[in-house]
Structures are given as structure tokens and as C-alpha cells.
């Protein structure tokens, strides 16, 4: 069965709408809805057509570090035979909506809604919509951090309906991750997960740890703790969490509640700008 996420239509409300939403950002966390992503927040990038994008996170002063997350737009047609321009960047690309092909380094993969995708930094890929509506994905990049010693990652191309989700001990399977890499894997420098929460599942406790964290809420609604709040967030939200950021969940029910996971990790602490 395909499965369904949450993916922005863009538009924009009409004048009567009152000017109410759960939009935060704080020092710690940023909470930005699903309501605040209209057309008139929409961005371009050089060398796509037929292509709009809606910026989830950056790396900014006081917001994200490691990271940028878009969820990209593709109309029929579109797409981009020069998707990436730095050179450093490696990428997962996940489709929430639609169906195209992307070309890597010579082999076309067809995608479809759940399909998972990682790049390597300099990976050469074409992306073309060859279906008969819009595709939309989420476009997650980083700066690879190389390791002597390691060779960088290859090209990973699967579907979430092909693994098994790994239940989190002592659950009983209420919650659990799908892990697109393997987790002991050390050339990997970033984890990008599905998570989800059966109705009444929990995070029992305020984790707090050095990953930085990006999640967009696939399916269902929860209350999550970011920092000292309980936030309610639904299908096509995004949370931005810094580092050491205090987190826990409720999943509210009445079905599951799934997002879309980043992190960072198995790399040293920087211990000066630039060093690793």
C-alpha cells in the first residue's frame, strides 16, 4: 500500500482569516506550520524550471547549523539537469507526492511517494517530473564532513515500503524508527529517519543531546515538548531543534503520528570554527 504524507499546496488564505497560528521561534526551537506555507513564501534556484520551493531550515545565526531542508515543487515537465551547485554537498531527496525520475551518473530510478534517496557530495544526477502532475519531495543538504581513513558513502536509492521498521526496546513497537542507513555505518555523517508513534505512544523523558534535529510531521498530531513548552503540531508542520534542545512526545491519536527526522552525527566536536 502507498503510503500518504502531508505535503504543502501552497495558496493563500482568504482576507477573512483571523491572523492566529502556531507559528514560534525561539533561541531554542522553531515551530513553523503548515498554514505558513502560501505562495507568497515560495523561493526559485538557478537552474531548474518549472520548479517553486519552500525553505524549512537554513544555516543561519541563531536557527540551523548543519543543515538546510527545503520541500521542493516540481511541475509537469520540470526539473533541472544541474540540481546541485556546491560541491560539498551531500543530499537525501524523500517524495511525499507525485512520481519522477532521477538520473544518477548515468542510471534512471523512477520515484514515487516514498521513495528515499541519498547523494554523495559530487555525485553527478538529473531530476526530471515525468508524471501528470506536480511532485513534491523534501531536499535535505549538508556539507559532508570527509574523515581520513573513510571513503565517503555510495548512492543509496530505496523505498520506505521496502524496510522494516526498528521498534524502539521496551515498547512493544508503539514506537519506532525506519532507518534508511545503517546506524553503525561511520561514513555517514547524518541520519535521516522516519519516525513513528502508535495512538498514546510516548517519549517518556526530556531527551536532550548534542544532534541537531529537523523534523516535518508526515501523518497524524502529537503535543511535543521543545524546550520547556508542549507544542501542538499536526500533519505539514516542521520543528527546528538545536543542540541540546529538551524534547519529548505524546502522539494524540486517533492514528499514528509519523515525521520526517534529521541529525547529525558520528563525526567529533568541532573544538574551533572550521576544525572536526
Known amino acids: 500500500m502507498t503510503p500518504r504524507y502531508y505535503a504543502?499546496?501552497?495558496?493563500?488564505?482568504?482576507?477573512?482569516?483571523?491572523?492566529?497560528?502556531?507559528?514560534?521561534?525561539?533561541?531554542?526551537?522553531?515551530?513553523?506550520?503548515?498554514?505558513?506555507?502560501r505562495d507568497i513564501v515560495t523561493s526559485a534556484l538557478p537552474f531548474w524550471s518549472q520548479t517553486r520551493l519552500w525553505?524549512?531550515?537554513?544555516?543561519?545565526?541563531?536557527?540551523?547549523?548543519?543543515?538546510?531542508?527545503?520541500?521542493?515543487?516540481?511541475?509537469?515537465?520540470?526539473?533541472?539537469?544541474?540540481?546541485?551547485?556546491?560541491?560539498?554537498?551531500?543530499?537525501?531527496?524523500?517524495?511525499?507526492?507525485?512520481?519522477?525520475?532521477?538520473?544518477?551518473?548515468?542510471?534512471?530510478?523512477?520515484?514515487?511517494p516514498g521513495s528515499y534517496v541519498y547523494l554523495p557530495p559530487q555525485t553527478a544526477w538529473r531530476f526530471r517530473n515525468d508524471g501528470p502532475g506536480p511532485v513534491r519531495f523534501h531536499w535535505?543538504?549538508?556539507?559532508?564532513?570527509?574523515?581520513?581513513?573513510?571513503?565517503?558513502?555510495?548512492?543509496?536509492?530505496?523505498?520506505?515500503?521496502?524496510?522494516?521498521?526498528?521498534?524502539?526496546?521496551?515498547?512493544?513497537?508503539?514506537?519506532?524508527?525506519t532507518r534508511f542507513v545503517d546506524p553503525a555505518d561511520m561514513r555517514h555523517d547524518m541520519h535521516v529517519t522516519i519516525v513513528t508513534f502508535e495512538p498514546g505512544a510516548v517519549i517518556p523523558f526530556a531527551e536532550t543531546h548534542v544532534m541537531e534535529h529537523g523534523l516535518y510531521v508526515l501523518e497524524g498530531k502529537a503535543v511535543y515538548r521543545l524546550n520547556q513548552d508542549w507544542v501542538e503540531v499536526e500533519a505539514g508542520d516542521y520543528m527546528w531543534l538545536r543542540a541540546f534542545c529538551p524534547q519529548a512526545c505524546y502522539a494524540g491519536g486517533p492514528g499514528r503520528f509519523r515525521y520526517l527526522l534529521y541529525k547529525d552525527v558520528n563525526r567529533h566536536m568541532a573544538l574551533a570554527a572550521g576544525a572536526v
Open 140 to 177: 535535505i543538504r549538508k556539507a559532508y564532513v570527509a574523515v581520513e581513513g573513510l571513503p565517503a558513502p555510495e548512492v543509496i536509492v530505496t523505498k520506505e515500503q521496502d524496510i522494516a521498521p526498528t521498534p524502539m526496546p521496551g515498547t512493544d513497537g508503539r514506537w519506532a524508527t
Open 8 to 37: 504543502p499546496q501552497g495558496g493563500h488564505p482568504p482576507q477573512e482569516q483571523l491572523l492566529t497560528d502556531r507559528a514560534m521561534f525561539t533561541e531554542a526551537y522553531a515551530v513553523i506550520p503548515k498554514g505558513t506555507m
Open 55 to 112: 525553505v524549512l531550515a537554513r544555516p543561519l545565526s541563531g536557527f540551523a547549523e548543519t543543515f538546510s531542508q527545503y520541500i521542493m515543487e516540481v511541475g509537469p515537465g520540470g526539473g533541472s539537469d544541474r540540481p546541485e551547485t556546491d560541491p560539498r554537498a551531500e543530499a537525501v531527496i524523500f517524495v511525499v507526492e507525485g512520481m519522477a525520475t532521477i538520473e544518477i551518473a548515468g542510471t534512471a530510478h523512477p520515484l514515487t
